[in-house]
């Protein structure tokens, strides 16, 4: 109890609470559904199993009686029934169907009593094949492939297991229906049985209800009246032996797998059943929830037995607390009513009576600051315009760096169809002094039109905290009184002028990654350093993909997207995630630079963290940043066909529409334009470092690999597609631009 003594009041009452009572309670609760958790999923789980012993226990008595059958049938007469296949392999016409008659009595011994028979299939070494009840659609080559024939094979005179699974109707044979388990029983017999030698396997076809029945579970499951999940037989190596069509069964995240062998003569099969796991719990949960309320009613009962402690010592000490803070935050105007025991109502007086006076001593040092030549606010604008050094100003007034401090930048992002000048970023930054924190820590200076710094003199340890109360707070104030967001990047702490440059410069160059956050973003750079500093890097490399989408520049643009694509499809799921923010920070300091910012693109501002770390692959981070930037582009597209004043960029864009003419010539382009033919491949050339033919050409062919990479069309149907109507004419320039065919590039993207 001794290290509660040097707690706050409230604070000390609180952790005795929480730890003698809630605490304990907590432990309890938590415990109890812990085990309760268990005990309802394995019982669950045992469910399953069950249903799976049951589907086992069938299929098990299927392949006991089937196989006796089977034995029954050949051995039965001094093995007649062997006899008679062998007559009916023979030439003579008259013998095959006097056997024929025999072999149809001696079957009807095992088709009859059991109507999931379909069939008999004798299978002659001389590659005949003939079959009672019914014909099996399966050449006789195809059945001595299956496993099941060759253990039988090499197994004499054993029956042996197999099966098959009906994909649609009479798939395996006339009259058949789809998704039937077929079990399949088979024995080679041995010289003694046959002693001709003629007969190679005797293969009796079952349909069995253990398949009907799986089918039903989970048709079942997927429309919510069970809870036994998704069943298949499956074999030794995870090959499937049934699994109904309609539904696609993956060990996959969120689901539990429950197995039970099948022990067979040949081989071992498995029931799997895959159900999601939250599934397990759900009769869990409505336990939990009842468990839960009456933990509810009693932490309410607690609390309010300590209520009274709470109103009448916690709360009147809470309120001096609360005042002192105020007077910490320069709100002298305050004065507390008296409440609570004799002793604390003094204490009250008291801290009435030192507000009134620490106001009167502030309002002195705020005429004697009005004397001084110049603001603290002066000196750091003259030092962020360099109009002045840290060190002149720490000569001429030592106290400015007297304390730690933190450099904070401030975005602004305003309304469309807002005049945006100096006088209303003076006002903003005018009406940040009426905050009391801002005004005892803060003075700023506006940097262009959407930006200012913002000095914060750290003065208590816990000033993290605050300072990002006051940003909060702040970033309130220019929503409600001018519409406007605001977004901030905290630097790194300094401690002294030697500092000031260095920290001027961080927020320069990490403060990127706050594009990557929603509106109102509030970013510590020093906390984030190591991954502002990767995007800052990687988005350079893909300074040229923004110029191209900037300046709408369809064919440049083609490629940069292609070398952004190599990057996704080569790299892990944290290099894509990494390209991907790299490429929005790009954009958006592209466009930045002109101040085009991406909630204007996009007609609102994303927290692209939160979108882009919910897409779940490498694949759906590329089709999202493929929409992004063509989205971009045509943004880009559309500002350039409203405002029509750069010809070049008119040009490109009449090429980009129109490359897929054939007839396409420089004089429709320059007519297009305004200008004469010679002029304007003097200008085209002069501005974009090549021929109008060759960028033509080069426009085409990136759009030809496209078309190769991402469609099945045929090469002169591609060639066709972008302004060649000559096969030989498209693949020679293909050849000469991309130093292959375009079958041969195509096949090297496979």
Known sequence: MKRHDKLPLKKAYY?????????????????????LGMQYREQAIENIRGVQKGVAAELQSDVDFMSMRLSQLINVNDNMVIQYA?????????????AQKKLDQAGNMVIE?????????????????????????????ETRAKQWYQDALQNLNSVKIGSYQTRKASDLYLGGSRDQLVLIYALSPNSMIDRSQSVEMVVLYQTSDAGNAIRNYNRNYIRGNNKLGIMQIVGENGEAIYKTEEIAVKAARGYTCVRTPIELENATWYIESYIRTAELMQDFVKIALVILLV????????????????????????????????????????????????????????????????????????????????????????????EMSPEQVAGEHPEFFSDSYVLVGLY????????VDAELIRQVLSGFERNPRYTLHCVACPEGLTKAFLYYRITENDEGQRMLSMLKELQSYVKTEYNAEMECCIGRKCENMDAFEEAVKFLGEYAGIRYLYGEGAIVDLEEKRAEAE????????????????YGADAKNFTAEKEKLYEKLNTGDRQEAEEAVFAVIIAIASRFGTDGITLSEIFSQRYNYKEKVGRLEDVRSMKMWITNYIN????????????????????????LADHYDDAELTLFQVAEHVGLSEKYFTNRFTKETGETFSNYLTQLRIQKAKELLRTTTFKSYEI???????????????FKKEAGCTPAQYRKQGE
């Open 719 to 733: 060639g066709e597609m972008v302004g060649y109507r000559n096969a030989e004419h498209f693949t020679r320039m």
């Open 15 to 35: 952790r005795i609470f929480t730890g003698m009572i809630v605490i304990p309670l907590v432990l309890v609760l938590v415990l109890s559904l812990v085990i």
């Open 534 to 549: 990767t995007l800052r890097n990687a988005a350079k490399a893909y300074g040229r993909l923004a110029d191209t989408l």
């Open 86 to 98: 062998v007559a009916m392999n023979e030439a003579d016409q008259d013998a095959r169907y006097d």
């Open 412 to 419: 602004f992002e305003w309304e469309p169809g807002v005049k």
């Open 295 to 386: 933990a509810v009613l009693i932490f309410t009962l607690a609390g309010y037995f300590a209520g009274y402690f709470i109103r009448q010592i916690v709360n009147p000490i809470g309120e001096l607390s609360d005042g002192l803070k105020q007077i910490e935050d320069g709100k002298m105007d305050i004065h507390i009513a008296p409440q609570g025991q004799a002793e604390i109502r003094g204490v009250i007086h008291h801290f009435n009576a030192m507000a009134r006076s620490l106001k009167s001593l502030i309002a002195d040092y705020e005429e004697q600051v009005r004397k001084t030549e110049k603001t603290n606010g002066e000196y750091f604008t003259a030092m962020i315009r360099e």
């Open 631 to 654: 989205w971009v582009m045509d943004y880009s597209v559309g500002k350039i066909d409203a405002i029509e004043t750069n010809v070049i960029v008119k040009a490109k864009r009449y």
């Open 113 to 141: 009593p059991v109507k999931d028979v379909v069939s008999i299939g004798f299978y002659m070494k001389n590659g005949n094949a003939f079959f009672l009840k019914s014909s099996i659609k399966r050449t006789i080559e």
